[in-house]
């Protein structure tokens, strides 16, 4: 695992969050797309120079990369050796995307784009709710696609809380220089 991309079915699953832990684990770059591709007051990136960010990230020896972004999933992919991927309930997501904005009304959050305080909208919202079965059927087909196109390259999917905790714990024991019991920050 040198070149991993992490997805999720919605806003709210916990990427950002579960990237930073598996960074901190392998002790690997962790790059969050919206910073990326959301300038300051919440202005979209130009297509190519999100494009172009990726492909520089991408070429590096080992990375994380983590956010959905469907338009710029090739230029990760054609690098990637693994995908993880996480699947939480919509009403978990939603919560979340509630207590997030909550958490940090009038402050960027560092997995943000520069000038982009947190906010939410019914916009927002609809998008959660409107694209989170759709997607859940696309991953499917993505990942297959994925892991056919080499034996090297593997999809993790965790589909609830305790898979994602344990996953992080195993990855601590088999991963970290640091064999001690497992630290609480990990636990959510």
Same mark, same amino acid.
């Given at each position: $695992?040198?070149?991993?991309?992490?997805? /999720?079915v919605s806003a709210g699953v916990g990427?950002? @969050?579960?990237?930073?832990?598996? /960074?901190?684990? =392998? #002790?690997?770059?962790?790059?969050? =797309?919206?910073?990326?591709?959301? &300038?300051? !007051?919440?202005?979209?990136?130009?297509?190519?120079?999100?494009?172009?960010?990726?492909?520089?990230?991408?070429?590096? +020896?080992?990375?994380?990369?983590?956010?959905?972004?469907?338009? @710029?999933?090739?230029? %990760?992919?054609?690098?990637?050796?693994?995908?993880?991927?996480?699947?939480?309930?919509? @009403?978990? *997501?939603?919560?979340?995307?509630?207590?997030?904005?909550?958490?940090?009304?009038?402050?960027?959050?560092?997995?943000? !784009?520069?000038? *982009?305080? +947190? &906010?939410?909208?019914? #916009?927002?919202?609809?998008?959660?709710?409107?694209?989170?079965?759709?997607? &859940?059927?696309?991953?499917?087909? %993505?990942?297959?696609?994925?892991?056919?196109?080499?034996?090297?390259?593997?999809?993790? $999917?965790?589909?609830?809380?305790?898979?994602?905790?344990?996953?992080?714990?195993?990855?601590? =024991?088999?991963?970290?220089? &640091?064999?001690?019991?497992?630290? +609480?920050?990990?636990?959510?």
């Open positions: $695992m040198k070149r991993i991309m992490i997805m /999720g990427k950002s @969050t579960f990237a930073r832990k598996l /960074g901190d684990i =392998l #002790q690997m770059d962790v790059y969050h =797309l919206d910073a990326y591709y959301w &300038k300051p !007051g919440w202005v979209e990136a130009p297509a190519d120079e999100f494009r172009g960010a990726q492909k520089e990230m991408s070429k590096k +020896e080992k990375w994380i990369i983590e956010g959905n972004y469907t338009s @710029t999933y090739d230029i %990760r992919a054609a690098h990637a050796d693994t995908i993880i991927y996480l699947e939480l309930p919509l @009403t978990v *997501c939603l919560f979340r995307v509630l207590k997030r904005f909550f958490k940090n009304i009038g402050r960027t959050r560092p997995d943000m !784009g520069k000038g *982009c305080k +947190e &906010k939410i909208d019914w #916009q927002f919202i609809k998008f959660i709710i409107t694209t989170y079965y759709p997607r &859940k059927n696309k991953m499917v087909e %993505r990942f297959m696609a994925f892991q056919s196109s080499g034996a090297e390259r593997k999809v993790v $999917m965790l589909k609830n809380k305790r898979a994602i905790k344990n996953y992080l714990q195993e990855s601590t =024991l088999k991963y970290s220089s &640091k064999k001690e019991i497992f630290p +609480e920050k990990f636990i959510e």
